[in-house]
């Protein structure tokens, strides 16, 4: 069974258009997250969320838009998209009780190219 | 500014050698650090954490060494083998209002290990 699963796995699309990235964890945890890993490697946090609060990465475009439909998924919405979008984009999730920093568990990513 | 950084950025080890990445931090409110292991084509996956209360945490061959008043942590892998080979994060996160527990990561040290 996979824990945090993401689709599509590749996608390839022109500039301009507008895609969706979909994440899905079965963990029973209550925060998710998406990262961009660029072509060097870096990861880098964009957005993290529970049912409570929406972190911003002050960096990330506001054509970066995560929705969230219930606990279990966290979407990534990307409009206008840009040569500079093309990265591998990873979903993960966590359990964050207070006190505790639990494993954040991340999903196989979804390579993207803006042709 | 880099919050979290990582060194070298590659290593190449022989079989059943020692393989040692170092970070150094800059935030002293960080106080979870953690390091995630990369294969090509996957996500990252946890390998080892440490809190500042302990110097040292060993699980198998890896030991995470940190030192709180020099800000800094590193990983040694002991023994280390060809499925050893992989790219090594160091990360680091804080408890407190806004932060989510967000990873900050470092820039990534790819390992190979030759036979």
């Known amino acids: 069974d996979t824990a945090v699963s993401q689709t599509p796995k590749y996608l390839v699309t022109q500039m301009g258009n507008d895609k969706s990235i979909k994440c899905e964890q079965n963990l029973g945890h209550d925060t998710m997250y998406w990262y961009k890993q660029d072509s060097k490697k870096f990861l880098k946090i964009m957005f993290s969320y529970n049912n409570k609060e929406l972190i911003i990465n002050e960096t990330v475009p506001n054509r970066f838009s995560p929705k969230s439909p219930d606990k279990a998924h966290l979407n990534l919405h990307i409009n206008s998209l840009e040569l500079g979008d093309s990265a591998v984009y990873f979903c993960?999730?966590?359990?964050?009780?207070?006190?505790?920093?639990?494993?954040?568990?991340f999903g196989p990513g979804t390579r993207l190219l803006v042709l | 500014q880099q919050q979290v950084k990582q060194s070298p950025q590659s290593l190449i080890v022989q079989k059943g050698g020692i393989s040692i990445i170092n970070c150094a931090y800059e935030?002293?409110?960080?106080?979870?650090f953690p390091w995630y292991q990369q294969f090509p084509g996957k996500g990252p996956a946890l390998l080892i954490a440490?809190?500042?209360?302990?110097s040292e945490k060993k699980e198998g061959r890896f030991t995470i060494s940190f030192n709180k008043s020099a800000k800094q942590f590193s990983v040694h892998i002991m023994d280390s083998q060809p499925g050893d080979s992989a790219t090594y994060f160091c990360a680091a996160s804080m408890e407190e209002s806004g932060s989510q527990g967000n990873l900050i990561f470092g820039k990534g040290t790819k390992l190979s290990v030759k036979p």
């Open positions: 440490i809190r500042p209360d302990v």
């Open positions: 993960a999730s966590s359990q964050r009780t207070s006190g505790s920093r639990e494993t954040q568990y």
């Open positions: 935030n002293t409110a960080f106080d979870y």
